[in-house]
C-alpha cells in the first residue's frame, strides 16, 4: 500500500520570483475555481486544513506549493504537489490578461520538475468548455517526460445512471469524491506511479 505519510504546506508563491527552486518531481493541479482542488488535495494527504478549501472562488494566491513524502514498502519517496488557482480561468478568459497569468502559463510550459499534470473536472459537468481548452493546451504543452491524468470530481453527486453514462463516454476514466473518499487511494497511487515509474498493478 502506498501512502503519504507527511505532507507540508510551504508557501504561495505571488509572484514568479517567489517560486520554489524545482528540485523534487512535481504534480501540478489544474482546474476551475470551485472544482475541488483544495478538498482533493486535503483527501490525498488525509490532513483536513492543508489546502484552504472554499466555495468562494480564491484568485488572490497564485501558486500554491505543498511537500509530501510518499511511502511504499518502507521506502520514502518525496515530491511536491503544486496548486495552481484559477489556471484555466485565466487561460480563456479575454478580461483577464493580467501579467502574472502570462507569467502563470509560461510557468507550467517552463517548469522543469513537472511530471504529472492533473487535471480536474467536475464529474457532473464533464463538457465545458474551459476544461477542453485546458486539456488541448496541456496535451500540447506536456513533454515527453510528463504526464496526464484526468480526475473527475465530485463523484458523490452521481446517481448510478450519471456514472454509466459517464463511463461510456470516458471509459477509463478515475471518479474521486474528497467527501466520501471514494477512489482517493486509486488516485494516490495513481500519481505515485506516475512520479516514480514503478509498473503500475
Ligand atoms: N459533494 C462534494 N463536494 C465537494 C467535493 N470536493 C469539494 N467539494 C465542495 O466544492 C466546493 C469547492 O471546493 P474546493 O476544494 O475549495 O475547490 P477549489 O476551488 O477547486 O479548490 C466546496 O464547497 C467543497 O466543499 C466532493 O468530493 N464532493
Ligand atoms: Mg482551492
Not at 29 to 35: E, L
Not at 38 to 55: D, E, F
Not at 73 to 95: C, H, I, Q, T, W
Request: aromatic share 8%.
Amino acid at each position: 500500500m502506498i501512502i503519504i505519510k507527511e505532507a507540508t504546506f510551504i508557501k504561495s508563491a505571488q509572484t514568479m520570483d517567489q517560486v520554489l527552486a524545482d528540485d523534487r518531481s512535481e504534480v501540478a493541479f489544474i482546474g476551475r475555481s470551485n472544482v475541488g482542488k483544495s478538498s482533493l488535495i486535503n483527501a490525498l494527504t488525509n490532513r483536513k486544513g492543508l489546502a484552504k478549501s472554499s466555495s468562494t472562488p480564491g484568485k488572490t494566491r497564485l501558486i500554491n506549493f505543498f511537500d509530501i513524502k510518499f511511502k511504499k514498502d518502507e521506502e520514502d519517496f518525496n515530491a511536491r504537489l503544486v496548486d495552481l488557482p484559477g489556471f484555466g480561468y485565466a487561460r480563456v478568459s479575454k478580461s483577464m490578461k493580467h501579467e502574472w497569468q502570462r507569467n502563470l502559463t509560461q510557468f507550467i510550459k517552463e517548469r522543469a520538475s513537472i511530471r504529472l499534470f492533473v487535471h480536474l473536472v467536475d464529474s457532473r459537468h464533464p463538457d465545458l468548455e474551459i476544461d477542453k481548452e485546458v486539456s488541448s493546451y496541456i496535451h500540447e504543452i506536456c513533454r515527453p517526460d510528463q504526464k496526464i491524468l484526468v480526475l473527475f470530481t465530485k463523484a458523490d453527486k452521481l446517481k448510478q445512471k450519471d456514472i454509466s453514462v459517464l463511463k461510456k463516454i470516458y471509459p477509463n476514466c478515475m471518479m474521486v469524491s474528497s467527501s466520501n473518499g471514494k477512489g482517493i487511494q486509486k488516485a494516490i497511487d495513481s500519481i505515485f506511479y506516475s512520479l516514480f515509474g514503478f509498473n503500475d498493478g
